[in-house]
């Protein structure tokens, strides 16, 4: 996906509208179809089951009080960000079990927002890892649970070891404008990431 031409204020009315797909993905319980199902301007489709015996020994949900359901292949929203940019949101199942299916659902992805849940900061691991092994930009997002212990930004990106250059930013999962910041930084960071990549003379991996 090229961003090259991206209007954010809308000025060239005429150019073609750019659609992106971006990847919204963190662990169990983390909030990932809480934050599709708050910044879509669709019904979101939404593929949660109920928690079964078949998880015990597997699922841990005395992580999360009170899930009951969990995401076993994919949530799906849509984000007009300006005239001319479209998002495609797509949330990832949170346990190590589903983790198959990753591979396919960043295909064509310009970027990702990784969430971290402050009570459960090692479950961050994981997928960070996914996204810097595949070279695919992330931001990360930490979010805000009721009760959760708060950190400094740069704690958490010391705890973390993130990268200098990877944005990380706090946010709530169920406000409509904090998510789209979220959306707003992963864009940014993709069309930065890009830019580096074409001035270096080749294209980055997008998924």
Known sequence: MDFANYDPD???????????KIVIAG???????????????????????LMTAAGVGIDDPSKVPGKETTTVAMDF??????????????????QTRFWFMWDEIIRGAVGAAVLVDTRRITDAFA????????NLPYVVAL???DGAPLYEVEE?????AISPDV???LCDARQRESVKQV?????????????????????????
């Open 10 to 20: 809308g000025a060239n009315r005429s150019r073609e509208i750019i659609s992106a």
């Open 27 to 49: 662990g169990f319980g983390v909030g990932k179809t809480t934050l599709v199902g708050a910044i879509s301007e669709i019904t979101p489709l939404k593929t949660e089951a």
């Open 77 to 94: 929203g849509r984000i007009t960000m300006a005239q001319d940019l479209i998002l495609y949101l797509f949330g990832t199942p949170g």
């Open 127 to 134: 997928p960070l890892d996914y996204f810097e092994n595949r």
């Open 143 to 145: 979010n805000r649970f």
């Open 156 to 160: 958490v990106r010391e705890a973390l």
């Open 167 to 169: 944005p990380l930013v």
């Open 183 to 207: 959306l707003v930084t992963v864009v940014e960071h993709a069309m930065l990431r890009l830019q580096a990549e074409h001035e270096r003379g080749y294209p980055a991996p997008v998924g």
